[in-house]
């Protein structure tokens, strides 16, 4: 039976990504720190601490993986500027050294969109730098670039998913659409920046079967995982207020915007065309999705 090794598996993305690779078929080992997933057939779970170089080395020596699939990185408060992302560089790269050694043939990583130079406005994998100046996205590009290099030279098939704003059920409640819903739902007043700017959202599950239609292809190196259609935040809020019927305040410019530029958006040719990835959900039937399951976890 096919296997694979996935870091992170009880994440936002990564219970969706290994739900994914266990309907495809494969036995999938999930190690885990705290937080395990529910127990189901052809889910191999392990303790571990991934910040444990002497643990990882011996977990990998005697799973012996030719498959893996990285997730896991800090996702909490302060992401991109806190200081644990070297650590997640450094054992991020002690965990593909490992690898490497014990057999590995193909790697996926997890990129963000935060490595890109967002004045760049939509941006191409070929063409635009990575050269977002936060810890987060710089550590990310640091992986990726000695990632790809180090593939190559020890005959590593290399894969970066580069992952884009994203939601669905199960997403943190401070995040934006969980916030609005939430909010909505409870009839409270929505407190939100003046929501001018232009993101690239797509629903997690489709973010899961990017990943793993891209794992699955022949298509190496740098793909977005991302919609191309990017939509105005101040859409987002309005549609989620049609959805739940809200009729109350909305204080737009209660909160500061996160960041400056105008329009921060994928190019998913690569992803379309190469990897021949097609969506599940619109817009309108993601948000659906995902305010009845808030609808369901709020009562």
């Known amino acids: 039976m096919k296997s694979v090794l996935i ?3 009880s994440g936002f993305i990564g219970r969706f990504v290994t739900a994914e690779m266990l309907n495809r078929g494969y036995t999938v080992h999930a190690p885990y720190r705290t937080a395990a997933l529910p127990a189901q057939q052809n889910l191999v ?3 571990l601490d991934l910040f444990d170089p002497q643990a990882v080395a011996n977990y990998i020596k005697k799973l012996r993986p030719e498959n893996l699939i990285h997730l896991a990185w800090y996702t909490g408060p302060k992401l991109h500027i806190h200081p644990c992302n070297l650590e997640w560089l450094k054992n991020s790269l002690h965990l593909l050294g490992c690898f490497a050694e014990n057999g590995g043939k193909k790697f996926l990583g997890a990129g963000s969109v935060s490595e890109y130079d967002f004045s760049y406005g939509v941006l ?5 730098p990575l050269t977002n100046p936060v ?3 710089q550590a990310k590009a640091a992986l990726y670039n000695t990632g ?5 030279g020890n005959n590593i098939e290399f894969k970066w998913a580069r992952i884009f704003n994203l939601y669905g059920p199960g997403e943190r409640s401070t995040r934006l659409m969980p916030s609005v819903i939430c909010a909505m ?4 007043p929505v407190q939100v920046s003046p929501c001018t700017k232009f993101l690239d959202y797509l629903h997690v599950e489709d973010t899961a079967r990017g990943i793993a239609q891209l794992f699955e292809s022949s298509v190496t190196g740098a793909v977005n995982i991302a919609s191309g259609a990017p939509i105005q935040l101040r859409y987002i ?10 009729k109350g305040k909305i204080l737009w410019g209660a909160l500061k915007e996160n960041f400056a530029d105008p329009i921060i958006a994928g190019s998913n040719t690569r992803l379309t065309q190469e990897v021949k990835w097609t969506p599940k959900y619109t817009l309108q039937s993601g948000l659906a999705q995902t305010i009845n399951w808030w609808r369901t976890h709020l009562s």
């Open 135 to 137: 810890l987060y996205g």
């Open 237 to 246: 809020v309005e549609e989620i207020a049609r959805q739940t019927g809200f």
């Open 45 to 47: 779970q392990t303790r």
């Open 148 to 152: 790809k290099a180090f593939c190559a």
């Open 7 to 9: 870091t992170g598996a």
């Open 124 to 128: 191409q994998e070929d063409r635009t």
């Open 185 to 188: 739902l409870k009839n409270e």
